[in-house]
């Protein structure tokens, strides 16, 4: 089993940054890739960004490209996603994630790719 807890959401004005942070405990984590997603009222979860289990590659949706920036540092079992030009529609509860075993990277955009998540911390973004 991997627990994972998300903080740094907040309440921020448009144009400005944030950074996620996700905090694994339970089975190793060092060797699993992890992602970012989110969800906005009445809408699907989406993939927001994934990065491999030692940060040899990262992808992101396009909506967040040039934007953010997720990372790892698998000696304190944290993941991160730095949110900077944050605008209104990337106000969302944000989720990460972590797999059991390696991914494509069509696998790694995908939610039913998961096996772990965390409870989600919310995001808002005011214009």
């Known amino acids: 089993q991997v627990q994972l807890v998300e903080s740094g959401g907040g309440l921020v004005q448009a144009g400005g940054s944030l950074r996620l942070s996700c905090a694994a405990s339970g089975r190793t984590f060092s060797n699993t890739p992890m992602g970012w997603f989110r969800q906005s009222p009445g809408k699907e979860r989406e993939f927001v960004a994934t990065i491999t289990w030692s940060s040899t590659s990262t992808y992101y949706a396009d909506s967040v490209k040039g934007r953010f920036t997720i990372s790892r540092d698998n000696t304190k079992r944290t993941a991160y996603l730095q949110m900077n030009s944050l605008k209104p529609e990337d106000t969302a509860v944000y989720y990460c994630?972590?797999?059991?075993?390696?991914?494509?990277?069509?696998?790694?955009?995908?939610?039913?790719?998961?096996?772990?998540w965390g409870q989600g911390t919310q995001v808002t973004v005011s214009s």
């Open positions: 994630a972590a797999s059991r075993g390696s991914l494509s990277t069509r696998q790694a955009m995908s939610v039913t790719s998961y096996d772990y």
